[in-house]
């Protein structure tokens, strides 16, 4: 490997299992101590044993990010253990799907918790921790990639808990960018595509090959965010890419298009032709995954 990353602590949450784990091996593969973080203890053990291993550096944390006093107990562990934090990778999550009619208000509950609030509150920690270094004259070369999704920047029916929490994570990252430059800070967003159990029925006729190279390994989603991760990156801030298999594409996010200015108050009546005429003249919406 390369050492793009060495000795640069990075914090991955979710990081038992899945896009999460392979994020924490790749890391360490190119030099970084890494926090692994999942509120499976069992399988943050196993991951740190693996990177061990391979010769690199880990801590577990099973930190619940979602929880504030959890989040600042995760950034409290990487600087406790290594004595700096350069990268945060926000990558916690789960699946509550139902359609909107069936979908109960414990789902939408637990599925914008985990993934919105469990990027906001370690992102928020990790920023006051940055602050902090830059008031005493030490200024980060920090990053931070936080997980949207597909579903987040298109939607997807049967997903609207989870589809609005990453379409706010997006939102988030944008406005994060902004804010703490200053601190010396990127924030960038990647959009998986990958097999994980959390993805496994939406994959399933997917097969894995045989041989050749499978395009939903998790592993292919790491090698952008190590990259995210690393100093080189640091002219790269408050974007959203896409992954997958070895594609790898920036999101178009919403933008201003056409527009009428009439110069005073419209009358309701006016606006169904003023309506269609900005329709006419903008490009058609990508379709939402799932619509028919």
């Given at each position: 490997?390369?050492?793009?990353?060495?000795?640069?602590?990075?914090?991955?949450?979710?990081?038992?299992?899945?896009?999460?784990?392979?994020?924490?091996?790749?890391?360490a593969a190119e030099g970084a101590p890494v926090v692994v973080n999942d509120v499976d203890g069992d399988a943050t053990a196993g991951v740190v044993a693996e990177i061990a291993?391979?010769?690199?550096?880990?801590?577990?944390?099973?930190?619940?990010?979602?929880?504030?006093?959890?989040?600042?107990?995760?950034?409290?562990?990487?600087?406790?253990?290594?004595?700096?934090?350069?990268?945060?990778?926000?990558?916690?999550?789960?699946?509550?799907?139902?359609?909107?009619?069936?979908?109960?208000?414990?789902?939408?509950?637990?599925?914008?918790?985990?993934?919105?609030?469990?990027?906001?509150?370690?992102?928020?920690?990790?920023?006051?921790?940055?602050?902090?270094?830059?008031?005493?004259?030490?200024?980060?070369?920090?990053?931070?990639?936080?997980?949207?999704?597909?579903a987040g920047l298109l939607g997807s029916v049967g997903q609207g808990n989870y589809s609005a929490a990453k379409a706010g994570i997006a939102g988030l990252t944008v406005v994060?960018?902004?804010?703490?430059?200053?601190?010396?800070?990127?924030?960038?967003?990647?959009?998986?595509?990958?097999?994980?159990?959390?993805?496994?029925?939406?994959?399933?006729?997917?097969?894995?090959?045989?041989?050749?190279?499978?395009?939903m390994a998790p592993e292919n989603v790491s090698p952008l965010v190590v990259w995210l991760g690393s100093e080189e990156s640091g002219h790269v801030t408050g974007r959203v890419?896409?992954?997958?298999?070895?594609?790898?594409?920036?999101?178009?996010?919403?933008?201003?298009?056409?527009?009428?200015?009439?110069?005073?108050?419209?009358?309701?009546?006016?606006?169904?032709?003023?309506?269609?005429?900005?329709?006419?003249?903008?490009?058609?919406?990508?379709?939402?995954?799932?619509?028919?």
């Amino acid at each position: 490997m390369s050492g793009l990353c060495q000795d640069r602590v990075v914090v991955v949450t979710g990081a038992g299992r899945g896009i999460g784990r392979a994020h924490a091996l790749a890391f360490a593969a190119e030099g970084a101590p890494v926090v692994v973080n999942d509120v499976d203890g069992d399988a943050t053990a196993g991951v740190v044993a693996e990177i061990a291993e391979l010769g690199g550096k880990a801590v577990a944390d099973t930190s619940d990010v979602a929880d504030w006093a959890g989040a600042r107990e995760l950034i409290g562990t990487a600087v406790g253990n290594f004595g700096r934090l350069d990268v945060l990778v926000n990558n916690a999550g789960f699946l509550r799907d139902r359609m909107l009619v069936n979908l109960g208000e414990d789902e939408w509950d637990a599925v914008v918790r985990v993934h919105l609030k469990g990027h906001f509150a370690p992102l928020r920690h990790a920023a006051e921790h940055w602050r902090a270094e830059t008031k005493a004259g030490r200024m980060p070369s920090a990053r931070v990639i936080n997980t949207s999704s597909g579903a987040g920047l298109l939607g997807s029916v049967g997903q609207g808990n989870y589809s609005a929490a990453k379409a706010g994570i997006a939102g988030l990252t944008v406005v994060a960018a902004a804010e703490l430059a200053r601190y010396g800070v990127t924030v960038n967003a990647i959009a998986p595509a990958a097999r994980t159990r959390m993805t496994e029925a939406v994959f399933a006729s997917m097969a894995r090959p045989a041989t050749g190279f499978d395009a939903m390994a998790p592993e292919n989603v790491s090698p952008l965010v190590v990259w995210l991760g690393s100093e080189e990156s640091g002219h790269v801030t408050g974007r959203v890419f896409e992954v997958e298999g070895g594609k790898v594409s920036l999101a178009q996010a919403w933008r201003h298009g056409p527009a009428v200015d009439k110069g005073d108050r419209w009358d309701p009546a006016e606006l169904g032709p003023v309506v269609a005429g900005l329709l006419e003249r903008a490009p058609e919406p990508e379709p939402v995954y799932g619509a028919s």
